[in-house]
């Protein structure tokens, strides 16, 4: 089975524009999410699902630049734009995620994958696998596998203005409409509270001093390095802490 993984980015996010190419430790958020993602090695292959609109344009420079392929799609129908991504590159299997979250864990990415895949040889089989289906991780580790044909399914069932903008919630939205799995946070790493995504000008500070006191000792740094810094130094978790997280039915990547 072909492991694809999708990163749904564009410019035009309301609370930050321009946050995917906004610069941490000398290179855009984009890119740092697409290495993180290439050091996956189940994942054959990662691609940018961005937007027509003209202000994506930069978004797909960046893609030829680094050498990653790029989709371009609806704006406001994500689900449409992601399969659409997905299926030009073969995809069989997806890991999706937004362009929000430049700290996503390549061991917990790799972790929800081999769940997934473990679930799939069950009676009935796991359909979806993620680590957002309980309160838990950090903000901004959010992982999601499932079937490309399952998305496509989905696809055909659903027009509603909400399952079109985030992608997978018709698959979860209904208890029992489909076998879902959640991969368990470990105790370490049990912060809910903690925001590790981006959204805000303040998410922003609290990466850059988080990739400013990581990036330069070791670039793949993990989930276990920022625990510790934050254990070490609680001022940096201060710095975005209290800002409002925006539910499916008001978010968009």
């Given amino acids: 089975m072909r492991i694809v993984a999708t990163i749904e980015a564009r410019m035009a996010s309301s609370r930050l524009p321009g946050k995917v190419l906004m610069p941490l430790a000398g290179r855009p958020v984009l890119t740092h999410i697409v290495e993180r993602l290439r050091s996956v090695p189940a994942i054959a292959e990662v691609i940018i699902a961005t937007t027509v609109n003209p202000a994506d344009e930069a978004i797909a420079r960046l893609a030829q630049h680094i050498g990653v392929p790029?989709?371009?799609?609806?704006?406001e129908d994500v689900l449409g734009r992601v399969l659409g991504a997905a299926r030009s590159v073969r995809g069989e299997i997806l890991v999706e995620i937004t362009g929000d979250c430049p700290l996503v864990d390549p061991d917990i990415t790799a972790s929800a994958i081999e769940y997934f895949l473990e679930g799939r040889k069950q009676n009935p089989p796991l359909q979806y696998a993620a680590n957002v289906l309980e309160p838990g991780y950090p903000l901004g580790l959010a992982v999601q596998v499932f079937p490309v044909a399952l998305l496509a399914e989905v696809d055909q069932l659903t027009r509603d203005p909400a399952d079109r903008e985030h992608v997978s919630y018709y698959i979860y939205r209904v208890p029992g409409r489909y076998r879902t799995g959640h991969l368990q946070?470990?105790?370490?790493?049990?912060?809910?509270?903690?925001?590790?995504?981006?959204?805000?000008?303040?998410?922003?500070?609290?990466?850059?001093?988080?990739?400013?006191?990581?990036?330069?000792?070791?670039?793949?740094?993990g989930a276990r390095e920022v625990v510790d810094l934050l254990q070490k130094k609680p001022e940096i978790a201060d710095i975005n802490r209290g800002m409002r997280q925006h539910q499916p039915l008001d978010q968009q990547s």
């Fill in 70 to 75: 790029v989709f371009r799609g609806s704006e």
């Fill in 185 to 221: 946070c470990q105790p370490w790493l049990h912060h809910p509270d903690w925001r590790w995504t981006l959204d805000y000008p303040e998410d922003y500070e609290f990466l850059k001093r988080v990739y400013s006191e990581l990036f330069p000792v070791n670039p793949r740094f």
